[in-house]
């Protein structure tokens, strides 16, 4: 059972450009919300997280935004440069545990 | 700052045999480490949790007597695989937690395991 999703294992956009990298969760029993970067054949880097108390965050060019009723949560990276292709995770902890459950990612590809 | 390695990035080893992996937080002590594995195109599935000093807490269907953890410093886990066979093959990443409450996790590079 997949409690975070990301329905789209995709994305291109253009250099300069909005990319909006989508989120979906089942479970309300989450307390914060994250989004790392990854590199082939490297381990994930971390960008930004949200608390769930919150519905928004914003970090230079990355800005999370959280719907809690809608359990659906975004990343916004504006503006989109080469160097921001890589797949993207998003991961969010359970209350009062150590884990991180990720969700299935999205390669983002941003072409010039 | 937050760096972890790994070491090997890349192994290769025979059907039977054992592999062991290290994970090191270089610059923080890492009260907690997480083991994970991605297999192609799917998301990072957590193994295990080890606490320094403590055994490690396993996930459902993940068999402790085949990956053995040992967290026993607050800057060095391990990963044993034992009596390794090909469907182990995958891509093992760990992750360390400065403190206690915080909820980042700094990950290591990886490991890439093939089992022939």
């Known amino acids: 059972d997949q409690q975070v999703k990301q329905n789209s294992p995709s994305l291109s956009v253009q250099e300069g450009r909005i990319s909006i990298l989508n989120c979906d969760y089942t479970?309300?029993?989450?307390?914060?919300f994250l989004w790392y970067k990854k590199y082939p054949a490297e381990g994930p880097t971390f960008l930004i997280s949200?608390?769930?108390?919150?519905d928004k965050n914003e970090d230079g060019r990355f800005t999370v935004f959280l719907n809690k009723s809608a359990k659906h949560l975004s990343l916004h990276i504006v503006p989109s440069q080469p160097g921001d292709s890589a797949v993207y995770f998003c991961?969010?902890?359970?209350?009062?545990?150590?884990?991180?459950?990720f969700g299935t990612g999205t390669r983002l590809q941003v072409f010039p | 700052g937050a760096v972890v390695s790994q070491h090997p990035s890349r192994v290769i080893c025979k059907s039977g045999t054992s592999v062991k992996i290290e994970c090191r937080s270089l610059?923080?002590?890492?009260?907690?480490m997480f083991w994970y594995r991605q297999f192609p195109k799917q998301s990072l599935m957590l193994m295990a949790t080890?606490?320094?000093?403590?055994?490690?807490?396993?996930e459902q269907g993940v068999e402790k007597d085949k990956f053995l953890i040992n967290h026993a410093s607050l800057t060095l886990s391990t990963l044993t695989v034992t009596s390794a066979h090909p469907e182990d093959s995958s891509f093992y990443i760990c992750?360390?937690?400065?403190?206690?409450?915080?909820?980042?996790?700094?990950f290591g590079p990886g490991t890439r395991l093939t089992v022939t």
């Open positions: 610059d923080f002590q890492a009260t907690t």
């Open positions: 991961a969010a902890r359970p209350y009062n545990t150590d884990k991180l459950i």
């Open positions: 992750s360390a937690r400065e403190g206690f409450g915080g909820y980042e996790q700094y």
């Open positions: 949200i608390s769930s108390i919150k």
């Open positions: 479970n309300s029993m989450f307390d914060y």
């Open positions: 080890s606490n320094e000093g403590s055994k490690a807490t396993y």
